[in-house]
């Protein structure tokens, strides 16, 4: 167990459709990171949010945005879903230098289905 | 941009013997951590070793370990003692000194047979 949280765990829905994925990172970890891993994409990043604020953009779409909190945990929306959103989606943690240095641990993911 | 290479899809290797996978990037970068990761079956991204750029010494924990050969960027991971419970998705990744992001190779499926 690495000590970082994701909920859900499993998630189906439509396309056109709106989801939140909630994610609490280790405690005392001030860096929260998302990854999408897709089986035609592999696993790409996302975004990183540290201490409330964004500090990398990866390959995320418009349709996509996230936000982490005063108690820092951070989530994910994803918006007009479509059919290759499909994904496991991979919060990570790290103890919280702004450069991603620090060893990011996973979190167990979040498998989104779009019927 | 860093890019991570896997030229190995799929290995597999009896139980209680060695294997080497495999890992070359590309980076202009001087300063950087590379990374091991397993995912079994369960899909949970779990690290396995560490190593920093700058250190000359190969990283070991327990019984993985890595040939790290940064004049050529290669970055290998070596089992020991081979058991069933590493049957797993293994991924090489990289950060550089300045980065935020992990980036990772395809991927290596490992299958230890009994």
């Known amino acids: 167990d690495s000590g970082v949280t994701q909920t859900p765990k499993h998630l189906i829905t439509a396309t056109g459709q709106r989801v939140t994925l909630r994610c609490s990172p280790r405690?005392?970890?001030?860096?929260v990171y998302w990854y999408q891993q897709s089986l035609d994409q592999g696993l790409q990043f996302l975004i990183q949010?540290?201490?409330?604020?964004?500090?990398a953009k990866g390959n995320i779409l418009e349709r996509f945005s996230a936000q982490q909190f005063p108690d820092l945990h951070s989530e994910l929306n994803l918006s007009s879903l479509e059919l290759g959103d499909s994904a496991l989606y991979f919060c990570?943690?790290?103890?919280?230098?702004?450069?991603?240095?620090?060893?990011?641990?996973f979190g167990p993911g979040t498998r989104l289905t779009v019927l | 941009a860093q890019t991570v290479t896997q030229s190995q899809p799929e290995m597999s290797v009896q139980e209680a013997e060695t294997v080497t996978l495999s890992c070359t990037y590309d980076?202009?970068?001087?300063?950087?951590?590379l990374f091991w990761y397993k995912q079994p079956p369960s899909r949970q991204m779990i690290l396995v070793i560490r190593?920093?750029?700058?250190?000359?010494q190969n990283a070991t924990e327990n019984r993985f370990s890595v040939n790290f050969q940064k004049a050529a960027k290669s970055f290998s991971l070596k089992i020991s003692d081979s058991q069933l419970g590493d049957t797993a998705m293994y991924f090489c990744?990289?950060?550089?000194?300045?980065?935020?992001?992990?980036?990772f190779g395809g991927g290596t499926r490992l299958m230890v047979k009994p």
């Open positions: 990570a943690s790290s103890v919280g230098r702004p450069q991603g240095t620090d060893t990011q641990y």
């Open positions: 405690s005392g970890d001030l860096s």
């Open positions: 949010y540290y201490n409330g604020e964004e500090r």
């Open positions: 980076t202009s970068e001087n300063n950087y951590y």
């Open positions: 190593q920093e750029a700058y250190k000359q």
């Open positions: 990744a990289f950060i550089s000194n300045a980065g935020n992001m992990l980036t």
